[in-house]
């Protein structure tokens, strides 16, 4: 069965995006681009909330064919350009990307479905209400954490009005830009 991965980035004080959905805090360097073209190859399709959609469609596209972009950024590009995107969009968005499935509420038996076709792992970038939401159906099976080494503030909280959720810790890394990945899955308890 295919695994839904969220893999997000995080300030010091928990917000996945600044005010004004503002990610020019993300810590980013050829280390870390190197670590994401390799993790990419791992999905085969990529779920999204609107915001999050209209930044990367608005961007990825044109890095696919840019002899300036560096070569991981180009993967990175074409990962995503072939991937099966899935958003969920209250307004009435007219995708121009590619692959791009649009729905207008999270119902958990689709994404139950999804998880049981056959293919490759499924991540969720960004989109914090998808993930808050998912969440509270028990549908993430990962949670990768980029933990930013900045304090912002003010934002969003990635978890904000979350149900609680108890997970166990599977891996650390450490960037040297100072990022820190965490790695958790859903606690299961064993009776």
């Not at 995503?80 to 509420?105: A, Y």
């Amino acid at each position: 069965m295919r695994k839904i991965v969220m893999f997000n980035f995080v300030s010091m004080d928990g917000f996945y995006a600044g005010e004004g959905d503002d990610i020019s805090w993300h810590t980013v360097d050829a280390e870390f681009d190197n670590f994401s073209a390799g993790l990419i190859k791992r999905f085969d399709a990529v779920i999204f909330g609107r915001i999050t959609y209209d930044l990367f469609a608005g961007f990825w596209p044109k890095v696919v064919d840019d002899p300036k972009a560096a070569p991981a950024d180009r993967d990175i590009a074409k990962a995503l350009d072939d991937m099966t995107k899935i958003v969920f969009s209250h307004g009435g968005l007219k995708p121009e990307w590619k692959g791009t499935e649009v729905h207008n509420e999270i119902d958990p038996e689709f994404i139950k479905k999804l998880k049981e076709k056959p293919g490759k792992d499924i991540v969720i970038y960004g989109s914090g209400t998808i993930v808050r939401q998912l969440t509270d159906l028990g549908l993430i099976d990962e949670y990768k954490v980029i933990v930013a080494p900045i304090i912002l503030g003010k934002g969003k909280h990635l978890f904000a009005a979350a149900h609680q959720t108890t997970l166990t810790h599977t891996e650390t890394k450490d960037f040297r830009g100072g990022n820190v990945l965490l790695t958790y899955a859903p606690f299961k308890r064993i009776n």
